[in-house]
């Protein structure tokens, strides 16, 4: 993504996602930048209201006129009542980052080395 169509994507997220528990829309300093590539950005969305912690993935089409956002996952801060959720935290989003980083694509590596 360019600076400008990351910027069009934040005004998005501002402009049409609500946070799912409290319907609370999001400020500028709710939204993180995790990562992003040429069509696709990945983003954290915290909820200042209520503590509900958003991990988005939003796609740009082809022609750039559209954007297709798809939650990958949602975590709270209160466990007892959302089935034991552990909230994920900066350090697991900068886990994903590093080991995206080096990732390889080769998944038959990691399951081996996760079997250890």
Not at 22 to 30: R, V, W
Request: charged fraction near 30%; hydrophobic fraction near 35%.
């Amino acid at each position: 993504m360019t600076l400008h169509e990351l910027q069009q994507t934040i005004k998005y997220i501002r402009q049409n996602c609500r946070c799912p528990k409290c319907q609370s829309k999001y400020q500028i300093a709710d939204i993180q930048v995790v990562a992003t590539n040429d069509s696709e950005g990945v983003f954290e969305l915290d909820c200042p209201k209520c503590d509900c912690l958003i991990l988005m993935n939003l796609f740009v089409s082809a022609d750039k006129q559209e954007i297709i956002e798809d939650v990958i996952d949602q975590a709270f801060t209160s466990p007892d009542s959302h089935g034991g959720i552990k909230r994920i935290d900066h350090n697991d989003i900068l886990d994903i980052k590093n080991f995206l980083a080096k990732f390889d694509g080769n998944f038959k590596k990691v399951i081996k080395q996760n079997n250890k």
